[in-house]
């Protein structure tokens, strides 16, 4: 099992920067693919970016450039640092752990957190 508790959500306006973390618990915290996705309203949950359990990493196209996840296995922790925001990155931003392989679709993860609001104003 594992609990994963997301945190760094807040209002910023566009060109600002945020850095999100997700706090997770267990003990095989290593071996998990990490993700981060977005939701937001009226729209389905999307993808955002991933690393898997030996560092690979993988982003949509959106963020490309602009996010970066890294993972902190010492801490049990996975960042997502998110620069030149846009109002478009406007979401409930979910982390999301899969003993799995990295991949992009919601329903192949295991565990979620409770998400953090990113509002972007323009």
């Known amino acids: 099992q594992v609990q994963l508790v997301e945190s760094g959500g807040g209002l910023v306006q566009a060109g600002g920067s945020l850095r999100l973390s997700c706090a997770a618990s267990?003990?095989?915290?290593?071996?998990?693919?990490l993700a981060w996705f977005r939701q937001a309203p009226g729209k389905e949950r999307e993808f955002v970016a991933g690393v898997n359990s030996s560092g690979g990493r993988a982003y949509a196209d959106s963020v490309k450039g602009r996010f970066t996840i890294s993972r902190d296995n010492a801490k049990n922790t996975v960042y997502l640092q998110m620069n030149s925001l846009k109002p478009e990155d406007t979401a409930v931003y979910y982390c999301a752990a899969t003993s799995k392989l990295l991949e992009i679709f919601p329903f192949m993860y295991d565990y979620w957190g409770q998400g953090t609001q990113v509002t972007v104003s323009s």
């Open positions: 267990g003990r095989t915290f290593g071996s998990y693919a």
